[in-house]
């Protein structure tokens, strides 16, 4: 049985009092309710992770950063280092995100880099992939995202592997209000889980978490997650609404 993950990526929304009370109000919805077996994580701006940290400490949610440096330490002005995020208590953090590949020039490089210094502070990697429009229309989607994978994550060695969670979020759905279908989701989340088969095998195939991330919302959570290979969503818009986020939770 593979772990089921709903994560929120609030990106660069909400204020400080913003942030405590939707936090606020998501640990009241899940005090209401039954514990669920849903891996529930909120990344929120760096800037508001300690508060949220102490608040899930007395809840059912993790928290994850948006971002990580690609370097230990030094003279980097602005970044935020693994080490960092580990002494915050902070257990996952996105990369590869295509807004940072498209705004910051992330490049897989970096993004390997990335995922080595998270996972040597043992803070798991959220990796997200997906083609941009384009490359859907020319078909090339498969390509593109084996392209991502191999030269952001085959580095690995086979244990490390396990403590990774893949996000797959077609470009072109992000924050359009155009979901990939289930189809188009369940057939890359096969091909992705296909790749990492053919090169860790079976075993770390099975349990490799893949989610989905892309317009996703109350409305559309239950027939994604409802695919074999998706295990859950990477939630933009709808992560920002307590109330929604909980909605999606609870489409398992
Ligand atoms: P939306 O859910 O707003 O489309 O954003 C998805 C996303 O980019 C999550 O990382």
Redesign the pocket.
């Known amino acids: 049985m593979r772990q089921k993950i709903v994560a929120g990526?609030w990106k660069m929304n909400k204020s400080f009092s913003e942030a405590e009370e939707t936090l606020d109000e998501l640990v009241n919805l899940l005090d209401e309710q039954e514990k669920t077996d849903v891996n529930i994580i909120v990344c929120t701006p760096a800037i508001y992770l300690e508060m949220a940290v102490d608040i899930a400490e007395s809840s059912a949610f993790a928290v994850g950063a948006q971002d990580v440096s690609a370097y230990e330490k030094g003279a980097y002005t602005g970044e935020i280092s693994a080490t960092m995020l580990n002494s915050m208590q902070v257990e996952y953090c996105i990369i590869g995100?295509s807004e940072r590949r498209k705004y910051h020039h992330e490049s897989n490089a970096e993004v390997a880099q990335k995922v080595e210094q998270l996972l040597g502070k043992t803070i798991t990697p959220i990796v997200c992939c997906g083609e941009v429009l384009a490359e859907r229309e020319a078909n090339r989607q498969f390509e593109v995202v084996k392209q991502q994978l191999s030269e952001s994550l085959f580095q690995l060695q086979p244990l490390d592997f396990t403590n990774i969670i893949i996000a797959y979020?077609p470009v072109w759905?992000?924050?359009t209000g155009k979901t990939a279908t289930p189809e188009q989701a369940q057939e890359m989340h096969a091909f992705i889980r296909g790749i990492v088969e053919d090169k860790y095998g079976k075993e770390i195939a099975k349990k490799l978490p893949i989610l989905y991330?892309?317009?996703?919302t109350p409305q559309n959570a239950a027939t994604l997650f409802a695919q074999p290979d998706v295990d859950g969503g990477?939630?933009?818009?709808?992560s920002l609404v307590a109330q929604d986020f909980m909605k999606i939770i609870n489409a398992f």
């Open positions: 990526n995100h979020e759905a992000i924050g991330g892309g317009s996703c990477l939630i933009g818009g709808a």
